[in-house]
């Protein structure tokens, strides 16, 4: 009788193994952690099988054998073991140690089959009585070491999982262990080994963890670390609805653990929604499907949109303050239109005005002859002041001086023409062409802004103008022999002077000193207009 129980066990171990097997094939991911549990499994069912036909060995030879095919179970349980439960708690055994893992396992079992010829693995090996040897008691204790190993690692892991399937599976190890012990101690005298037939009730008590508690039907595992690095909170729901993981930003949201039922997260989440103001956490609900269709648990994506409308409300802060910046310049910009054009404008009517007043008062001419010169310079005192006017309204509706698309000459020939209290001379070298069209606004402006400050500032009687096209740019030379100065301020009109200038890619120097006039240095680089224009958007960009 006792050998049909015997047996009997053995069938239950080996079938319960199977079933799991079977689960694992068709139902569980393809993964390391079903992979380790697989093997466990069938390292088991290796054990067990020869036990089925050890009461048919007539002699020491094939019971030696049966020993040898179940002892390839007994050998690498341990390892499996513990590679399986580090696997499952979401951390990873170096691989220099499972290396020298199954390095000792090789070596025991290398042991076992050549223990004829040291005898250090059974002391004694007949067919009616077995002594075990030192090599065999060693390798036990390696083997209860990673078994223990792998409990511990379970255990600790219980706060962070479904505590059911967990104890469970430690039960499922304790089991065997405790038998084993006893048998091996001597404690309990049976006549056969306790630990495979105990496999029936740790292999019942997997299938328990494996169907009751669904406790491998999410991976866990192998996504632990990818949820856990991601800011939004997810919580898996097994296909029985209940919470399987909950990575910590969904913890702190909802105050929910693993084991959780379906009811228990709506009321957790219908909390979360009052708690939370103006929508500021978003709940996405996904379902879990397997290759037939069939539902297999749900997933809950929880995203905090306090930082988008954040970001949000900062790019608007950053678009007006950009909108902002760029009415700025375009009104320092329009600014610096106006007072180029109104002081070179009242500069030059007022230097006419001065020698209207100087001929009058020197009444050296005839009557006539003097009325007609004074009638000259309000005539262009008249023109000058129209000319202003226009260059005011094109400054103020954003267009550019009239003379930007005609040659560069034409611009410095007219304002040297327009001066009357000093003398202006302009000197062109090389060739003017519409190759340099492009620059002719900015040479007028800077040569106008320096005409204006000559006529204000300088007290000069001469103003040299050289003007050089050299192909690849332009320079322009600016001298006059007024009373100069000891050091050189850039207010509005020689900063305006820098900025065209730089706007262009050119350089600009300004040199001055006590009694020798002042000089302007300008190099302008000739570029297509599309050029330019291109620089202009990357710089805005």
């Not at 979360?272 to 997933?299: E, F």
């Not at 007609?372 to 002041?385: D, K």
């Not at 400050?453 to 103008?465: E, F, I, P, R, T």
Request: one cysteine or more; hydrophobic letters at 45%.
């Amino acid at each position: 009788m006792t050998e049909i129980l015997l047996h009997l066990s053995y069938l239950a171990a080996i079938g319960f193994c199977c079933c799991t097997l079977g689960w694992l094939w068709l139902q569980a991911d393809k993964n390391p952690v079903t992979r380790a549990l697989a093997v466990c499994q069938i390292l088991i069912i290796i054990w067990c099988l020869p036990q089925l036909f050890l009461v048919f060995s007539g002699s020491r030879e094939m019971k030696y054998v049966l020993y040898g095919i179940s002892y390839v179970g007994i050998s690498f349980i341990g390892p499996a073991w513990l590679q399986f439960s580090f696997l499952y708690c979401g951390r990873r055994i170096p691989s220099r140690i499972r290396l020298a893992l199954a390095g000792l396992s090789l070596f025991d079992y290398a042991m076992f089959w050549t223990n004829g010829l040291h005898h250090l693995f059974y002391l004694q090996f007949d067919l009616e009585k077995v002594v075990y040897g030192p090599v065999f008691y060693f390798h036990m204790v390696c083997t209860y070491i990673c078994v223990v190993t792998g409990m511990a690692a379970l255990f600790l892991s219980l706060g962070r999982k479904k505590a059911a399937p967990m104890a469970v599976m430690i039960l499922a190890a304790a089991i065997p262990l405790g038998f084993n012990l006893l048998y091996l101690s001597g404690t309990v005298k049976t006549g056969f080994d306790l630990t495979p037939p105990v496999f029936a009730l740790s292999g019942f008590l997997l299938l328990v963890a494996v169907f009751r508690y669904d406790f491998l039907d999410v991976n866990v595992a192998a996504s632990r670390r990818i949820f856990e690095s991601m800011a939004e909170g997810v919580v898996i729901l097994s296909r029985r609805g209940t919470v399987a993981y909950c990575n910590h930003p969904a913890a702190a949201w909802l105050k929910t653990k693993p084991g959780d039922g379906y009811e228990v997260l709506q009321e957790k989440i219908e909390l979360m929604k009052k708690a939370s103001p103006g929508d500021r956490i978003q709940l996405k609900q996904y379902t879990l499907h397997d290759r037939k269709g069939t539902k297999t648990g749900w997933i809950f994506l929880l995203t905090d949109m306090g930082e988008y409308y954040e970001r949000l409300r900062q790019s608007r802060e950053l678009a007006v303050s950009e909108q902002r910046l760029a009415i700025e310049q375009e009104r320092n910009r329009i600014a610096q239109e106006v007072h180029d054009t109104t002081g070179h404008t009242l500069t030059m009517i007022n230097s006419l005005l001065k020698l209207i007043r100087i001929r009058r008062q020197a009444g050296e001419r005839q009557e006539g002859e003097e009325d007609r010169e004074t009638e000259e310079y309000l005539r262009q005192a008249q023109e000058l002041a129209a000319g202003g006017i226009r260059e005011l309204r094109w400054s103020i509706s954003h267009l550019r001086q009239g003379s930007a698309c005609g040659l560069v000459t034409e611009g410095v020939y007219q304002l040297a023409a327009g001066v009357r209290e000093l003398e202006v001379e302009v000197e062109i070298q090389g060739e003017d062409g519409p190759q340099y069209s492009h620059l002719s606004s900015v040479v007028y402006r800077c040569l106008r802004e320096a005409l204006t400050n000559c006529l204000k500032y300088a007290h000069a009687a001469h103003m040299d103008v050289i003007v050089k096209f050299a192909g690849d740019s332009i320079s322009v030379y600016i001298f006059d022999n007024g009373q100069g100065c000891s050091s050189i301020k850039e207010s509005h009109g020689l900063a305006g002077i820098r900025r065209r200038v730089q706007e262009t890619g050119g350089q600009v120097r300004f040199l001055s000193a006590e009694g020798e006039g002042f000089q302007i240095f300008i190099r302008l680089p000739v570029r297509e207009l599309s050029e330019l224009c291109s620089e202009k958007e990357g710089n805005k960009i």
